[in-house]
């Protein structure tokens, strides 16, 4: 008995000990000095150096998230959806009692690279320095010098609603212990120029993981599952696997469909909706082609790697037989022909073609659910200005008939994937709102 | 354009024709401006229905104000109105609010913005008839409770706020009981100026 007590004091002991290490090191990770890697003096902005920080801000996608609906662009407001609560972005405007005013180019650089704010205090993951810290100095510095030039909004800064212990400076630190160390890209020399330049993107500013990485219980990345795909908390929609063949991962052959999706929001099989619709409208179609082709680069599989993992294995014959898809294929008909066509081919451009489509075949299901209930358009955008839509159809089909629809689109013109059933649809519904 | 608006007519109706059986409103011939400022606010916030503002978060001012003009631009003939479903005390109520407002409290006529005709007032005000009269009524209460706004100053709110439940409910009995006149296009001028200032008009001339 005795050795059972003094067995577990010892463990837990060393869990205590373990703990304070983790804050330890998550604290510790200290605000260099202020010449270290970014000059503090305040140089004249060149207009280049101004420019060249407009389009990294693109790159950042910084204007998404700090700016609210409806709200003055980089004023900061909007709520981002967690697991652990609710987190508003910050004022980035350069006024100084309500935004950056008063901050220094050292002080942009400890949030950036090491997730600090001015005041010492650890800043939320919701901001992405996870990825911002690969940021190199000079890019920081032209961000920054950018920054500078927004005109200065007056709204204060709303406060986090996070639930405890999240909210607390020694929960952060004990998550960036586990999870965070600042860290620069590093040029991987066997690569080409080209394929270093996409990662240093992918990676850094571009923070694509944020989406498209899992998670686990404590919102870290999980290890060995880069790109692999995730359910985006609380918001209903799937970011697909950038990795895998049969969700968004592209190859060789692929990899000029996915700049002009990126470019455009429209391929030749796909259409860009939901969260990523606003990575397109408001970041993706400003980049180069070149660091477009650049993040392909690095993205795309090598050619040996395996193909379509997770495309889902097709029903039983007796399912295709069966009832249901009887009906979907009149709803189909009804619904859907006029402008997916009989064949399930699309139009290109307008309508994506279903048939062959992974985005319909996926294991996953949330966003072809979503899709069909909450309709969408694909964003304006430069190559794109006058997209077409697809309407919503949460008012016109019971969850019923958009299982059945649904079933049949998977299983029709040489498509096969298990059905959907009336319950992923009214979880989908549920998830929109 | 039909095609690249058939995202509308799923609940709007074929171009944009809802008829007063159901919920949503018509759009087809409603003035141009109005149409594009409804966009907007569906877009940044101002009105809130989820499925409005997530097919129009991505869409740009000129392509939102491409598919205003669309609709605007049809002519489809209305159907009838449906007969009314309250008592004739509520109706003469409803139309004297509509027709005469109620000095005393200093509440303007409907008429006063939307014209005598009630079809609107070319190209922002839109007109009030051959709308379901549930649409009426939510659209009267939101303005009170602030879930739907217009550009600021808002006029409309400040008139919706005047009213009470009874006042909604006359109004928009009456209203939905009302049919188009012959000629159901918008007015280009008003007999007299606007009691309230209008930020969705004044946008327009400032723009």
């Given at each position: 008995m005795r050795?059972w007590?003094?067995g577990?004091g010892l463990v837990l002991?060393l869990?205590?000990?373990?703990?304070?290490?983790?804050?330890?090191?998550?604290?510790r990770?200290?605000p260099?000095s202020?010449?270290?890697a970014?000059g503090?003096?305040?140089?004249?902005?060149?207009a280049?150096?101004v420019?060249?920080?407009?389009?990294l801000?693109?790159?950042?996608?910084?204007m998404a998230?700090?700016t609210?609906?409806?709200?003055?662009p980089?004023?900061?407001?909007?709520?981002?959806?967690t697991?652990?609560g609710r987190?508003?972005?910050s004022n980035?405007?350069?006024?100084?009692e309500?935004?950056l005013?008063?901050w220094t180019?050292y002080?942009?650089?400890?949030?950036?690279h090491?997730?600090?704010?001015?005041?010492?205090?650890?800043?939320?993951?919701?901001f992405?320095?996870?990825e911002?810290?690969?940021?190199?100095?000079e890019d920081?510095r032209?961000?920054?010098?950018?920054?500078?030039?927004?005109s200065p909004?007056?709204?204060?800064?709303?406060?986090?609603?996070l639930?405890w212990p999240?909210r607390?400076?020694?929960?952060?630190?004990?998550?960036?212990?586990?999870?965070f160390?600042?860290?620069?890209?590093?040029?991987?020399p066997d690569?080409s120029p080209?394929?270093?330049?996409?990662?240093y993107?992918?990676?850094g500013?571009?923070?694509?993981?944020?989406?498209?990485?899992?998670?686990?219980?404590?919102?870290?990345?999980?290890l060995?599952?880069?790109f692999?795909?995730?359910?985006?908390?609380?918001q209903g929609?799937?970011a697909p696997?950038l990795?895998?063949?049969g969700q968004?991962g592209l190859d060789a052959?692929?990899r000029e469909d996915w700049?002009?999706v990126l470019?455009?929001g429209v391929?030749?099989a796909?259409?860009?909706?939901?969260p990523?619709?606003?990575?397109?409208s408001?970041?993706?179609?400003y980049l180069s082609l070149?660091?477009?082709?650049?993040?392909?680069?690095y993205l795309?599989s090598?050619?040996?790697?395996?193909g379509?993992?997770?495309v889902?294995?097709?029903?039983r014959?007796?399912?295709?037989s069966?009832?249901?898809?009887g009906?979907g294929a009149?709803l189909?008909e009804?619904h859907?022909?006029?402008?997916?066509?009989?064949?399930g081919?699309?139009v290109?451009?307008?309508?994506p073609?279903?048939?062959g489509n992974?985005?319909?075949?996926?294991?996953?299901t949330?966003?072809?659910?979503?899709?069909v209930l909450?309709?969408?358009?694909?964003p304006?955008t430069?190559?794109?200005p006058?997209?077409?839509?697809?309407?919503?159809?949460r008012l016109?089909l019971?969850?019923?008939?958009?299982?059945a629809?649904l079933s049949?689109v998977?299983?029709?013109?040489?498509?096969?994937?298990?059905p959907?059933?009336?319950?992923?649809v009214l979880?989908g519904?549920?998830?929109a709102? | 354009m039909a095609a690249?608006?058939q995202?509308?007519t799923?609940?709007h109706?074929?171009?944009?024709?809802a008829t007063?059986?159901?919920?949503f409103p018509?759009?087809?011939?409603?003035p141009q401006?109005?149409l594009y400022?409804?966009?907007?606010?569906f877009?940044?916030?101002?009105?809130?229905y989820?499925?409005?503002?997530?097919l129009l978060?991505?869409?740009?001012?000129?392509y939102l104000a491409?598919?205003?003009s669309?609709f605007?631009?049809?002519?489809?003939p209305y159907p009838?109105?449906?007969?009314?479903v309250?008592?004739?005390?509520l109706l003469?109520?409803?139309r004297?609010?509509?027709q005469?407002?109620?000095v005393?409290?200093?509440?303007p006529?409907?008429?006063?913005?939307?014209?005598?005709?009630m079809?609107g007032?070319s190209?922002a005000v839109p007109?009030?008839l051959?709308?379901p009269?549930?649409y009426?009524?939510?659209?009267?209460?939101?303005?009170?409770?602030?879930?739907?706004?217009?550009q600021?100053?808002?006029?409309?709110a400040r008139?919706?706020?005047m009213?009470s439940?009874?006042?909604v409910?006359?109004?928009?009995?009456?209203?939905a009981?009302?049919a188009?006149?012959?000629?159901p296009?918008?007015?280009?001028s008003?007999?007299?100026p606007?009691?309230f200032k209008?930020?969705?008009?004044?946008?327009?001339e400032?723009?």
């Amino acid at each position: 008995m005795r050795r059972w007590l003094w067995g577990g004091g010892l463990v837990l002991g060393l869990g205590v000990i373990l703990f304070a290490v983790l804050i330890w090191m998550g604290w510790r990770q200290a605000p260099e000095s202020a010449s270290a890697a970014v000059g503090a003096s305040a140089q004249a902005l060149s207009a280049d150096q101004v420019s060249r920080g407009a389009y990294l801000a693109k790159v950042g996608n910084c204007m998404a998230c700090h700016t609210a609906q409806g709200g003055e662009p980089y004023a900061g407001g909007r709520p981002i959806e967690t697991p652990f609560g609710r987190v508003y972005s910050s004022n980035l405007t350069s006024d100084p009692e309500t935004g950056l005013g008063r901050w220094t180019e050292y002080d942009f650089w400890q949030a950036l690279h090491h997730g600090r704010s001015r005041d010492g205090r650890l800043l939320n993951p919701a901001f992405p320095y996870v990825e911002y810290s690969r940021v190199t100095p000079e890019d920081a510095r032209d961000l920054w010098a950018f920054l500078r030039t927004l005109s200065p909004v007056v709204r204060e800064n709303t406060a986090h609603e996070l639930a405890w212990p999240y909210r607390t400076q020694w929960a952060l630190a004990f998550w960036r212990g586990l999870y965070f160390r600042p860290a620069v890209w590093q040029t991987e020399p066997d690569q080409s120029p080209q394929w270093n330049r996409g990662g240093y993107l992918v990676q850094g500013l571009g923070h694509c993981a944020a989406c498209h990485t899992p998670r686990d219980a404590l919102g870290g990345y999980r290890l060995g599952a880069e790109f692999g795909g995730y359910h985006l908390p609380g918001q209903g929609w799937y970011a697909p696997s950038l990795k895998d063949l049969g969700q968004a991962g592209l190859d060789a052959a692929g990899r000029e469909d996915w700049v002009r999706v990126l470019k455009s929001g429209v391929g030749a099989a796909a259409v860009v909706t939901g969260p990523m619709a606003e990575v397109v409208s408001q970041s993706t179609q400003y980049l180069s082609l070149e660091d477009l082709r650049a993040m392909a680069s690095y993205l795309a599989s090598p050619s040996d790697a395996p193909g379509r993992a997770s495309v889902a294995e097709g029903p039983r014959g007796a399912v295709v037989s069966a009832g249901p898809l009887g009906v979907g294929a009149q709803l189909y008909e009804r619904h859907c022909s006029s402008c997916h066509g009989e064949q399930g081919r699309g139009v290109l451009g307008a309508y994506p073609p279903l048939a062959g489509n992974r985005a319909v075949l996926m294991v996953q299901t949330d966003n072809l659910v979503r899709i069909v209930l909450e309709g969408g358009y694909a964003p304006s955008t430069a190559d794109n200005p006058r997209p077409h839509g697809m309407p919503p159809f949460r008012l016109v089909l019971r969850d019923d008939e958009v299982a059945a629809v649904l079933s049949y689109v998977r299983n029709a013109w040489g498509n096969s994937a298990p059905p959907i059933v009336p319950l992923d649809v009214l979880r989908g519904g549920a998830a929109a709102h | 354009m039909a095609a690249r608006v058939q995202a509308c007519t799923a609940c709007h109706g074929r171009e944009g024709r809802a008829t007063p059986d159901g919920y949503f409103p018509r759009l087809a011939g409603k003035p141009q401006a109005y149409l594009y400022h409804q966009l907007l606010n569906f877009r940044e916030g101002r009105r809130r229905y989820p499925l409005m503002s997530g097919l129009l978060e991505h869409l740009s001012d000129a392509y939102l104000a491409e598919m205003a003009s669309y609709f605007a631009s049809l002519e489809i003939p209305y159907p009838p109105p449906r007969p009314p479903v309250v008592d004739s005390v509520l109706l003469e109520r409803g139309r004297r609010l509509v027709q005469q407002g109620d000095v005393g409290r200093g509440l303007p006529a409907c008429v006063q913005c939307h014209g005598s005709a009630m079809t609107g007032l070319s190209p922002a005000v839109p007109g009030l008839l051959g709308l379901p009269r549930d649409y009426l009524n939510s659209q009267l209460g939101a303005w009170q409770t602030g879930q739907r706004r217009a550009q600021s100053p808002d006029c409309m709110a400040r008139v919706a706020r005047m009213l009470s439940a009874d006042d909604v409910s006359a109004v928009s009995a009456w209203l939905a009981s009302q049919a188009l006149p012959p000629n159901p296009r918008a007015v280009k001028s008003l007999p007299q100026p606007l009691p309230f200032k209008c930020g969705g008009l004044i946008a327009r001339e400032g723009s």
